[in-house]
């Protein structure tokens, strides 16, 4: 039984929520004090985190990135801010969907099962991510720690950013299409905002930058994304 942390501090949609995730027989589970969200995430070890940006104290784009420094676990955000700044930024903190208010419940529930499935379920259980480090040009990822690693520098990826990278890194060289690497991320495209995987390449870019691989996934305009592996030679 996966656990879903449901952070909303309206008390009437939280109820909703965590009802309906125990209706489709999850454990679901309410942040009850809104002052320290990342030790009830500690203490709940939830499997996915449902988690809204109107927030006390803090917003919901600070706890993402409080919650990115010890797990990577999958991040839904459920607000009212329906601008595109507001879905970037919630990507960019480190979120892997996002869902505006007022939302379908059917629509939230389509969701959480298609990042479950993908991240434990059986779509994971099905194509399981290689335990062994997969390698290309010096460039090392590792599925059991999520992580990527070149020269001697190593940084952690999120779980649509290590899918993201693995695509490219086995595909090194060629041009993969962005219909190709929404489908590899997510499983109901249907409802993924085509902007969303922008702004997984674009993290996956600066990442990059970070370990010092620079320009290395390139935008083949009309066709996708390649993975430029030209860094070998030292340019």
């Known amino acids: 039984m996966y656990r879903i942390l449901i952070v909303e501090d309206d008390d009437k949609i939280a109820s ?3 009802s309906h995730m125990e209706k489709f027989g999850y454990a679901a589970e309410r942040v009850t004090d809104f ?19 109107n927030l006390p104290h803090y917003d919901g784009f600070y706890w993402c990135r409080q919650i990115r420094t010890v797990s ?14 507001d879905q970037v ?3 960019e903190n480190g979120g892997d ?16 099962k298609s990042v479950l499935r993908r991240t434990y379920g059986e779509y994971a ?12 040009a010096g460039l090392a990822l590792d599925a059991s720690k999520n992580t990527m690693e070149w020269n ?34 997510w499983d109901d495209i249907d409802f993924v ?17 970070e370990l010092g691989i620079v320009k290395a996934v390139e935008t083949i305009r009309g066709q996708g994304y390649r993975l430029n592996t030209s860094w070998r030679d030292g340019e």
């Open 16 to 18: 909703i929520l965590h």
């Open 35 to 53: 002052r320290d969200i990342k030790q009830s995430f500690l203490a709940s070890k939830p499997d996915m985190v449902l988690l809204d940006i």
């Open 72 to 85: 990577n676990v999958p991040i839904i955000f459920l607000s009212a801010r329906v601008g595109e700044m």
């Open 89 to 91: 930024m919630a990507i």
């Open 97 to 112: 969907d996002y869902i505006t208010k007022p939302f379908h419940l059917d629509v939230v529930i389509a969701k959480v």
């Open 125 to 136: 259980g099905a194509n399981p991510m290689p335990r062994d480090i997969l390698n290309v």
């Open 152 to 185: 001697g520098s190593r940084i952690d990826l999120s779980r649509n950013e290590f899918l993201l990278m693995e695509c490219l890194v086995k595909q090194a060289d060629r041009i993969i299409t962005r219909e190709s690497l929404l489908e590899a991320l």
């Open 193 to 209: 905002d085509d902007n969303t995987l922008t702004v997984n390449v674009t993290r996956v870019r600066k990442k990059l930058e």
